[in-house]
């Protein structure tokens, strides 16, 4: 396995209490691709996610991010490469209500001490422009339809250039239209940022778009060609 991978995880395993989710899970992430990750319900694809994103910890393995490896982080240090360099993707938008969408989006760029109101705007309306929702900036998140949510929540996880895209089910809440329609829309920001993304999907459009597939497994990840 790569050491020079954007993503590079090695012997990952993970249970909660005496239940076993899955073990054994080598897997590596280049910039610019875009990997998508397979699986049935209940495997761990999302436990996965959350362990590469540190909003869990793994019971094995190591995580390495830009050469870095996670666990041996002190977590202040673990805390700013993950605020740096990861974007991430929910299924279930997870905008805060009560924010604007200027606002919402704008939030990694505050935690990451970003504060000069002109240049935040900007970068919120550039990102904003680019998932197509130019001039939404005022709107509240109830004022959005499903599409529009997934749209801001993409443009929330790449406002701050991060290297790393993890989504997580990112279709699974649309209709087929409006599927698509982020498909094109996170597939093109994130190559045309250079950065990977890691996709977990049911979707069959996202896995034939994608540069490579994997299958999760409870006890590794195995290559599968892209659906025709």
């Known amino acids: 396995m790569s050491d020079t991978a954007l993503l590079a995880v090695r012997g990952l395993a993970k249970r909660y209490g005496a239940t076993p989710v ?11 691709e875009v990997v998508a990750l397979l699986g049935a319900s209940g495997v761990g694809k999302s436990s996965l996610l959350n362990c590469i994103a540190g909003l869990d910890v793994a019971d094995a393995g190591e995580i390495r991010l830009l ?17 740096t360099s990861l974007g991430f993707v929910f299924q279930a ?16 760029l505050l935690l ?16 904003l422009a680019g998932v197509g929702l130019a001039g939404y900036q005022a709107r509240r998140p109830r004022e959005l339809s499903g599409g529009q949510l997934q749209r801001v929540a993409i443009a929330r996880a790449l406002v701050h250039r991060p290297a790393l895209i993890l989504a997580d089910e990112p279709t699974g809440n649309l209709d087929p239209h409006s599927a698509a329609q982020v498909l094109d829309l996170l597939f093109a920001q ?39």
């Open 93 to 108: 938008f997870h905008l805060l209500p009560h924010l604007s969408v200027a606002d919402n989006v704008a939030l990694p």
């Open 112 to 127: 990451l001490g970003q504060r000069e109101p002109a240049a935040v705007d900007a970068r919120v309306a550039e990102v």
């Open 22 to 32: 899955f073990s054994g899970i080598d897997l590596t992430l280049a910039r610019g």
């Open 190 to 228: 994130v190559r045309q940022n250079g950065a990977g993304c890691l996709i977990v999907t049911h979707s069959d459009e996202a896995a034939r778009r994608a540069d490579r597939v994997l299958r999760l497994l409870g006890d590794g990840v195995r290559a599968e060609a892209p659906a025709a």
């Open 67 to 83: 050469g870095q490896v996670v666990g041996q982080l002190a977590e202040p240090q673990a805390a700013a490469l993950r605020r």
